[in-house]
């Protein structure tokens, strides 16, 4: 259990004890996930510069079909929602085909198309760019250019690999491959003698680039007429990190070093579900030759190569001194689109399967295993350091715990070393259902109020299962990020820390943005050709992993707290959580007391299936966090009436106001939530109940009988009834911007004291450290503070970094003035 609450009173001294010791802080609870999104990968972290290489990026998603310009899903029952979607895109094939390829002709006639080929290059990569060279003049040259993503950085003096392949029948001539910046100046070319390609040909060169540009491009230039095939055309960096074949993009791949990340999570993230089960990332076609890697369409919009296979992931632990964390599919695709799943014997033993294969793959022994043997051939005997899986990814309800615990249970019994991560929040009552050991990864995407409030999140969670915060980031109303998300997550982080002997590992979501393409509101790094940058969470990211101590210890409890935000005013809904349920004889006083009588018929299904019977309003299926919102009704100080009845499910019935207009934001009162054991009010974040206002009482419900209730809503409070008796009162969060977290480093005998200002006004605190013999005057201090409204660019990359200075006047007792928006660490050598 923590040692304190954190919010700090300016009229106080804060006191410390260096003899109260609190939670261990783990040292793995800073790490990094990376999936492919927003080109993090492909474009990003990747050195590859040739985009759609392989000339496969039109190709549909597996499994789907192409129908009146769209790509159509599988006609199959989503596990979660349990209806059938038929998920389907917008698809414009033509336009696929050619992305980032131009086909161009000086003094000569040119046509290009991506054809499937009757003889590809690979049976994974069927298609092919076919040249139509119909007349040349002397001099003349067809040109098939590609422009990379978004254009190709090319520095002076570096190297990079160049492979292409070609075929043709008529052919003969020469193949000029050459680099350029956006206005076609040359800055590289070599020539290759094309006269006997009748077969598949490799060509293969190194360029040396003469010039600098961030928009450069290849080109290959034909010197006669005839009819040419040409496939996986790659232009490679030789400077990549670490020097690895197929590597990772050196500058890209060094912010990640910057952040000291003790795990690494991968491939994701949604593409793991995929958009439908076979959309699933499967990793073992990102082994290989990256030629024969089939690559798949990425469900954030794009197809990805999967250059960042398996192996490349495993190997890049190794070079960081990281432990691998495998997450792979668990027999579902994502809820959110298809969500057709597998359920059969046979089906989920071949799930289970891929799953013994991949931890195989990186730890068994060559000799005894064939995918073993497959990394020994890759150039690694040796095992990898995979500590880590992952059975899913954000995967919810009953039909996960089936998935999960037929997969666990065959796993966690030959695999007893590795650690398995279940995708369900840490307080679901579902995991009442899955027995054994196994860590949580509950996410979080929310505004900076969220994280601020949140410091406590953790202080009072069950201790039952390790957690793992997979999943997290401010990207609420601060655009594509600012300085006071960053704040508002160091808070959220300290809150971590202080509960390390539960939240045992994290990792900021998602790692990486190309500035050209953004998939999702706020990322931590964005990339272009030539640059790349951390935002100012960054280094709120930097900060808390370089300084990590060892162990945290008291500090003293807040005296008083910040002014809370009240209750918006917003829509009333009814709903259930995996229950069914009846509702009637609904009536809402409004504040200038009068009263009026509602019909099932004034509302509309948000989620869930609700009918109208007579009067009454009912709930039938099992889906979690049903929505039925009253139209035309918004209001903050009102009180509603009603009657209820649980028909069936697990739990009781959810009573929601302050709802947005889509319903999804918002307030609920949770009757007899958790298992049918407690009743607590809960905010409501894009359709999901996360943590409680006030607190939970214990409370159940019998079915079959109807509860008078009654939920009386005011600004600043509200209150649940049931059959005339008070059952609870909750109130809005205070708000707080101020917190202090405090530990110990045993290796350098420092004490740690992180403390967080998120007001536009300075912050000066009295200290008094108890518990230690001596303090020593000179310490020193990082400090991240600016504009909380501003974040780095790639104009001004260090407008937002950590500055360290040092200080003289630490004592037994002492004062510190803290910089507006500002996170701050001090270090004081302390002997205890």
């Given amino acids: ?97 050619m992305t980032a390829w131009q086909v161009t002709g000086q003094q000569s006639v040119v046509s290009g198309e991506v054809i499937k080929v009757s003889t590809p290059l690979h049976s994974n990569t069927p298609h092919a760019m076919q040249l139509n060279i119909s007349s040349i003049e002397k001099g003349g040259k067809a040109v098939l250019t590609n422009t990379g993503y978004w254009g190709m950085g090319l520095q002076n003096g570096e190297k990079y690999d160049l492979r292409f392949y070609v075929k043709s029948d008529d052919f003969k001539g020469n193949i000029t491959a ?12 070599t020539t290759f003698k094309a006269k006997k390609i009748k077969d598949w040909t490799e060509f293969t060169a190194t360029i040396t680039s003469s010039g600098n540009t961030a928009k450069g491009q290849l080109s290959l230039e034909f010197d006669n007429k005839g009819t040419i095939l040409v496939d996986y055309v790659s232009l490679f960096p030789q400077n990549t990190f670490m020097g690895r074949k197929n590597g990772l993009r050196k500058d890209v791949a060094e912010m990640i070093v910057g952040l000291h990340p003790r795990f690494m999570r991968w491939p994701g993230g949604c593409i793991v579900e995929g958009a439908t089960y076979e959309n699933r990332i499967r990793w073992k076609e990102t082994l290989g030759d990256p030629m024969t890697r089939r690559g798949e369409w990425d469900l954030w919009g794009y ?9 490349e992931f495993l190997q890049f632990c190794e070079d960081l001194g990281m432990d691998a964390m495998f997450v792979n599919n668990a027999g579902m695709s994502c809820s959110v689109r298809n969500g057709d799943f597998v359920s059969s014997r046979s089906d989920m033993d071949a799930v289970v399967q891929d799953f013994r294969d991949a931890i195989d793959y990186a730890l068994a022994d060559p000799a005894k295993n064939k995918w073993a043997k497959m990394r020994a051939d890759a150039g690694h005997p040796m095992p990898f350091p995979l500590k880590y899986v992952e059975i899913g990814n954000e995967n919810v309800g009953p039909e996960y715990v089936k998935h999960f615990n037929y997969i666990f249970k065959i796993l966690k019994a030959e695999y007893p070393n590795i650690i398995f991560i279940n995708t369900l ?62 704040l508002s997550e160091a ?239 909750a109130k809005p969060n205070a708000h707080t911007r101020h917190f202090c977290q405090t530990g ?49 660019s790639f104009e001004s990359p260090r407008k937002f970094a950590p500055v360290t200075s040092d200080y003289n006047k630490f004592a037994k007792e002492f004062s510190y003035e803290f910089k507006p928006s500002s996170f701050t660490i001090l270090r004081i050598k302390a002997s205890k």
């Fill in 1 to 97: 259990m923590a040692l304190s609450m954190n919010a700090m009173a300016q009229t106080d001294a804060i006191k410390i004890d260096l003899s109260q010791r609190g939670a261990k802080v783990s040292n793995s609870l800073y790490g990094i996930f990376f999936e492919e999104i927003s080109h993090a990968g492909d474009g990003g972290l990747y050195a590859e510069l040739v985009q759609n290489r392989g000339f496969e990026e039109h190709v549909l998603p597996t499994s789907m079909t192409y129908e009146n310009g769209k790509a159509v899903a599988i006609d199959a029952m989503n596990y979660e929602h349990r209806n059938n979607r038929k998920w389907n895109i917008p698809w414009n094939m033509e336009e696929k085909k």
């Fill in 744 to 792: 110990y480093d045993d290796m350098t005998g420092e004490l740690i004291i992180k403390v967080v200002n998120g007001t536009d006004q300075t912050y000066r605190r009295n200290f008094v450290i108890e518990g230690a013999k001596t303090i020593n005057a000179n310490g020193t201090v990082i400090t991240l503070a600016g504009n909380a409204n501003e974040e780095n």
């Fill in 303 to 311: 197809r990805t190569t999967m250059g960042i296979g398996y192996h």
């Fill in 425 to 486: 929040g840490h307080t679901d009552n579902l995991l009442n259902q899955v027995p054994g050991e196994y860590m949580v990864d509950p996410h979080w995407y929310r505004n900076p109020d969220f994280f601020f409030e949140n410091n406590h999140l953790f202080d009072d969670a069950p201790r039952t299962h390790d957690i793992y915060v997979g999943e997290y980031a401010c990207n609420g109303g601060v655009g594509a990020g600012n300085h006071l998300a960053a």
């Fill in 491 to 729: 808070a959220f982080i300290m809150g971590m820390e202080r509960n390390s002997d539960v939240v045992k590992m994290s990792s900021y979501a998602p790692l990486f943005e190309n500035e050209n393409r953004r998939d999702w509101p706020c990322n931590l790094i964005h990339i272009n050709s030539t640059d790349v940058y951390g935002r100012s969470s960054y280094y709120v990211q930097q900060m808390s992993a370089e300084h990590r101590p060892s162990y945290n210890v008291y500090v003293s409890e807040p005296t008083t707290a910040g002014k809370a935000k009240p209750f918006d005013a917003g829509a009333v809904g009814l709903g259930t959580y995996a229950t069914q349920c009846e509702y009637k004889d609904i009536k809402i006083t409004t504040a200038d007391g009068k009263t009026q009588a509602y019909k099932p018929s004034d509302f509309k299904t948000i989620k869930g299936q609700f009918k109208t019977e007579g009067n009454v309003l009912s709930q039938t299926s099992d889906e979690q966090v049903t929505v039925a919102q009253l139209n035309g009704f918004k209001a903050d100080k009102y009180t509603i009436e009603l009657k209820a009845r649980k028909t069936g499910g697990k739990e009781g019935f959810f009573i929601y106001y302050g709802l947005d207009e889509k319903g999804r934001n918002g307030y609920a009162c949770n009757i007899a939530g958790w298992n049918n054991n407690n009743t607590a009010v809960q905010p409501m974040f894009r359709g999901r109940v996360t943590d409680i206002l006030g607190r939970r009482v214990n409370q159940t419900v019998d079915s079959n009988r109807w509860y008078d209730i009654k939920l009386n809503v005011t600004p600043d409070s509200v209150t649940l009834y049931m059959d005339g008796k008070e059952i609870t009162t």
């Fill in 178 to 189: 050459r680099i350029s910046d956006n206005n076609g100046k040359s800055l590289g070319s």
